[in-house]
C-alpha cells in the first residue's frame, strides 16, 4: 500500500528523479547491460528498491531528487530515506549537502547501488568538480566524510560473495543519524 502523505512513522521516502526518463535502456553494447541485462532499466531498479519494503509492512512516499532543495524541509516527515544513482542521476551536488544535513540530525539515510552504471561516464557536474568524481555517488560519499570507509567495503566486498558479507560493516554512524551502503544494483 502506498500512502502519498507521510502518516505515521513507518514510512520511507524513496527518491525518484526526472532523470529516469534519460536513462531508459544502455546505449549500445556495454558490458554492464550484459551483466544485469533487463534489470539494468529504471522502473526494475525502483521496483527492486522498493519491494522489500512493502513485503515488510513499511510504506513508501516517492521523493522527486529536483524538488529537494536548500533546507530539505520535506526530509524532516521521513525517518528513513532509500537512494540510487544506478538508474538515475542527480541535476546538481546541492541535493548532497540537504541530504547530509538530514542525517546528520538523525535520519537514515539506505543507500543502494554498485556504481557501476555506465551513465556515469557521461559529462556531468560530478566530473567538472575540483576534484573530479567518478560518480555522483562517490560524491556524495565525501561530503558525508565515508568516501575511504566505503571505498574499503566495496574492495572487501568485491572478493566476497554476496552471502559473505557483513552488513555490520556498511552501516556508518554520522552525527546522530545512520548511513547504510549496500554495494549492489538495486534491481536486484
Keep these: 500500500k502506498i500512502r502519498w502523505k507521510k502518516t505515521d512513522d513507518n514510512t520511507a521516502g524513496i527518491f525518484v528523479s526526472e532523470s529516469m526518463m534519460f536513462q531508459p535502456e544502455y546505449p549500445g553494447e556495454n558490458l554492464y547491460q550484459k551483466n544485469f541485462g533487463n534489470d539494468s532499466d529504471a522502473l526494475t531498479s525502483l521496483f527492486g528498491m522498493t519491494k522489500p519494503l512493502f513485503a515488510n509492512g513499511v510504506s513508501t512516499d516517492f521523493l522527486v531528487l529536483e524538488k529537494v532543495s536548500g533546507e530539505g524541509k520535506i526530509l524532516n516527515d521521513y525517518n528513513l530515506l532509500v ?3 544506478d538508474f ?6 546541492d541535493f548532497h ?4 544535513a538530514w542525517v546528520k540530525s538523525g535520519g537514515i539515510l539506505l543507500y543502494i547501488g554498485s556504481g557501476n552504471d555506465i551513465y556515469n561516464t557521461a559529462e556531468e557536474w560530478w566530473q ?7 560518480t555522483p555517488e562517490s560524491h556524495l560519499f565525501e561530503v558525508l566524510g565515508i568516501i575511504e570507509k566505503v571505498k574499503k567495503l566495496k574492495k572487501k566486498n568485491s572478493k566476497l560473495s554476496i552471502h559473505q558479507k557483513n552488513i555490520s560493516d556498511s552501516i ?17
Design 128 to 134: 567538472e568538480d575540483t576534484p573530479p568524481y567518478e
Design 172 to 188: 556508518f554512524e554520522i552525527g546522530k543519524g545512520i548511513v547504510a551502503v549496500l554495494d549492489i544494483h538495486p534491481a536486484h
Design 88 to 93: 538515475m542521476k542527480n541535476s546538481s551536488p
Design 97 to 100: 549537502y540537504t541530504l547530509k
Design 83 to 85: 537512494l540510487s544513482y
